[in-house]
């Protein structure tokens, strides 16, 4: 029962709402992507390079070996560098969307945390730890006027 009762506390704070949002958005986002790469980006280097199919590059190895009917009796061993450049290609703008992504979060979180910016509505968390830190700050200039006086 005990876990039931953290569950539930776990699903009603948010936290796992939270979670599926961002999966079902990554999921969505990782199509993009694929099809940002694959439609977009590698259309223009496969002209550039005369015409090759980055994601049919490979090192073949081993070939394939068939008997007389054509039947395979041993398949290709083959290294795909073009599907690893590729997914690298994928890594690198996913990751440089995030990187954006993050950085405007940051800037937006900052001046949401200047509580003297008046652009943008600073949260009650922050704006009550700003007034209890005003509130030291001239204790403490009291403190020091009192002591000095003595």
Do not use: C, H, W
């Amino acid at each position: 029962m005990k876990i039931f009762k953290e569950f539930k506390e776990f699903a009603v704070k948010g936290n796992m709402m939270d979670m599926a949002i961002g999966i079902i958005i990554g999921a969505s986002f990782n199509k993009v992507i694929d099809v940002l790469v694959k439609q977009v980006f590698l259309p223009p280097l496969s002209l550039l390079s005369d015409g090759v199919n980055f994601q049919n590059k490979r090192i073949i190895l081993k070939d394939v070996i068939k008997n007389s009917n054509g039947t395979i009796i041993t398949d290709e061993v083959a290294i795909g560098y073009g599907a690893f450049g590729e997914a690298l290609l994928d890594f690198l703008i996913i990751g440089f969307t995030i990187f954006i992504v993050v950085k405007f979060m940051n800037r937006l979180r900052k001046k949401a945390q200047d509580t003297k910016d008046t652009t943008v509505s600073t949260p009650k968390d922050i704006e009550l730890l700003s007034n209890l830190s005003e509130l030291m700050e001239e204790q403490n200039r009291l403190l020091k006027s009192k002591i000095k006086d003595l």
